[in-house]
């Protein structure tokens, strides 16, 4: 059975930082792209990051800069460092793991920027 366990989240104060984490069982995780995606108050879920089983990244444009997705193959884990954290950043933060058609979703972890 696949599981992708979210931790990290929690409040922070607007331009602090978070160290979002992903473990990953149940799957040959080398093989998958990783995702982060997120999914504010009253808005579609989007893309945050992502990275390919060969390590290339991707970013949304708008976090280029903020966020960093890296992985590691040894551990079966990816993360999610945050800085300079805004307001609008508050939303639920969700791993995803990809093969093909195959995917897989985490339950979510909250992310709360506010003062």
């Known amino acids: 059975q696949v599981q992708l366990v979210e931790s990290g989240g929690g409040l922070v104060q607007p331009g602090g930082s978070l160290r979002l984490s992903c473990a990953a069982s149940?799957?040959?995780?080398?093989?998958?792209?990783m995702a982060w995606y997120r999914q504010g108050p009253g808005k579609q879920r989007e893309l945050v990051a992502g990275?390919?089983?060969?390590?290339?990244?991707t970013y949304a444009e708008s976090l280029k800069g903020r966020f960093t997705i890296s992985r590691d193959n040894a551990k079966n884990t990816i993360d999610l460092q945050m800085n300079s954290l805004k307001p609008e950043d508050t939303a639920v933060y969700y791993c995803?793991?990809?093969?093909?058609?195959?995917?897989?979703w985490g339950q979510g972890t909250q992310v709360t920027v506010s003062s």
């Open positions: 995803y793991a990809e093969r093909g058609t195959i995917n897989f």
């Open positions: 149940g799957l040959i995780f080398r093989l998958y792209t």
């Open positions: 990275i390919t089983s060969g390590s290339y990244t």
